[in-house]
């Protein structure tokens, strides 16, 4: 059995679809055992290998993310946050307030000792299907050389041991695919990326971001935050227009409905609840993300996520790969 936390109290569409997603993931996986948090009357279950514990308190979206951690200590976040630490989950799941959900990683869970920064690794989707991680995604607003180094180092393990792929392809974000572009921060980052050892593949421009070229993405937590909400934006406004354009005319409803499972295809693709929880790596202990929006469906795919990366290796190959390198 494999027991995930998870905050009850998170996100848009809590308490109600969080849920609900859990109880369609136990349903799914016999395997799986969830704890979870949230405040009185908010679970309305039941189910042998779900247990809920009651919280008095919960971090909402605007709060501050650290203030909000040291003084809301019996929130739902921070008590799954700390059921990691305890030992009492393999690993925990909230789609609340991302900042205060790192703020946990760091002060309850901790981070693992020579990582500098953890960052936030996001799975997007690409034309060829295999999908491509994103990193950092925002836990870091400014970084240096050496962060994004450990970004690619941890993805690179990341990537092997719960993707499944032998010798991923990493790629460092800028304005152009010349090894001499961009700012000091990516000119030297291309340096100790490119003496690595890794399957380091030169600079990626963004154009190419949803194209399958590398598996894993590199780029500080400003940029990498700013391309996944583009992404998202343009994703909805495309799906929004092809919609319109199909229920234009009767002639066009003729035509949805031939390509009705073309269209769900594309659909999915373009489908963050498909592609499960983001990861924080460099803390230690298995912490992830999962979409503020996240409903049913995002949930049951973060939990899987969950599971897959609690047993993985992921936390302790990471520090041998440090130690190996200090």
């Known amino acids: 059995m494999v027991k995930i936390a998870v905050d009850l109290m998170g996100g848009d569409n809590a308490p109600e679809e969080i849920e609900t997603g859990v109880l369609k993931a136990v349903e799914e996986d016999a395997s799986l055992e969830v704890k979870v948090f949230g405040t009185k009357g908010s679970y309305t279950g039941q189910h042998p290998r779900i247990e809920f514990i009651e919280v008095t308190e919960k971090i909402e979206s605007e709060d501050d993310p650290v203030r909000s951690v040291r003084r809301k200590k019996d929130s739902s976040l921070v008590r799954t946050a700390e059921a990691v630490k305890d030992g009492e989950a393999a690993a925990c799941l909230s789609a609340g307030n991302t900042g205060a959900l790192m703020s946990a990683g760091l002060f309850v869970v901790g981070r693992i000792k020579g990582i500098e920064r953890p960052a936030i690794g996001t799975l997007l989707p690409s034309v060829d299907g295999a999908g491509m991680m994103l990193l950092d995604m925002g836990a870091n607003a400014d970084n240096k050389p050496e962060h994004l180094a450990q970004f690619a180092m941890m993805a690179d393990i990341y990537m092997r041991d719960i993707d499944g792929r032998d010798n991923p392809s990493i790629g460092l974000v800028n304005n152009g695919s010349e090894k001499n572009k961009g700012s000091e921060l990516t000119k030297e980052a291309y340096q100790l990326l490119n003496e690595s050892g890794m399957n380091f593949t030169g600079n990626f421009e963004t154009r190419d971001i949803l194209s399958g070229k590398v598996d894993v993405a590199v780029a500080d937590g400003f940029t990498g ?89 992921t936390v302790n190959k990471i520090k041998e790969r440090i130690e190996e390198s200090s």
Not at 247 to 253: A, G, P, Q, S
Not at 280 to 309: E, F, I
């Open 225 to 313: 935050n700013v391309i996944l909400k583009t992404i998202e934006g343009t994703a909805s406004a495309l799906m929004g227009e092809i919609q319109d354009v199909f229920l234009k005319n009767t002639k066009n409803k003729l035509a949805a409905m031939a390509l009705k499972n073309d269209f769900k295809s594309v659909k999915d693709l373009l489908d963050y609840r498909q592609y499960g929880g983001a990861p924080l790596l460099g803390l230690n202990g298995n912490v992830l993300k999962a979409h503020g929006s996240s409903d049913s469906v995002a949930m049951v795919s973060a939990l899987r996520q969950a599971k897959r990366m609690a047993e993985s290796d």
